[in-house]
């Protein structure tokens, strides 16, 4: 067997790790999906967040269908969430259960449920 220099085995070693994050990642967004699909029949508003955009849409999980979605820049994040609402809102979606996913609630996240709120959706 060849032995390994120190720059191989470090970078070896950061990649293992960063599978493992990965993993953990995943497993745990499977699991709070799980958990807020059996606690309620309500319809989900589900968030993804990259580094320019942000992307919202209520989800049916029980009939597997999305009821309403809005995107628009991280700067916007206020009128994302109020056009998401309006959206929902002609489909007759009051009630839902916020999904931030991995994210804090922070910032963009935060924004976005305030603007979902002030159209009227309720969490």
């Given at each position: ?40 029949a309500r319809p989900r508003l589900s968030v993804f967040r990259s580094h320019r955009y942000i992307y919202a849409e209520v989800i049916d999980d029980q009939k597997a269908i999305t009821l309403a979605h809005a995107q ?52």
């Amino acid at each position: 067997m060849k032995k390994m220099s120190g720059k191989q085995y470090s970078f070896a070693k950061h990649r293992r790790r960063a599978l493992d994050l990965n993993r953990t990642r995943r497993a745990k967004r499977a699991r709070t999906r799980l958990m807020k699909k059996k606690r309620s029949a309500r319809p989900r508003l589900s968030v993804f967040r990259s580094h320019r955009y942000i992307y919202a849409e209520v989800i049916d999980d029980q009939k597997a269908i999305t009821l309403a979605h809005a995107q628009g820049q991280l700067k916007d994040a206020f009128a994302v969430g109020a056009d998401v609402a309006s959206k929902a809102r002609e489909k007759k979606v009051v009630k839902i259960l916020y999904d931030r996913g991995r994210y804090r609630y922070h910032g963009h996240i935060k924004e976005l449920a305030d603007g979902a709120r002030k159209g009227g959706l309720q969490f």
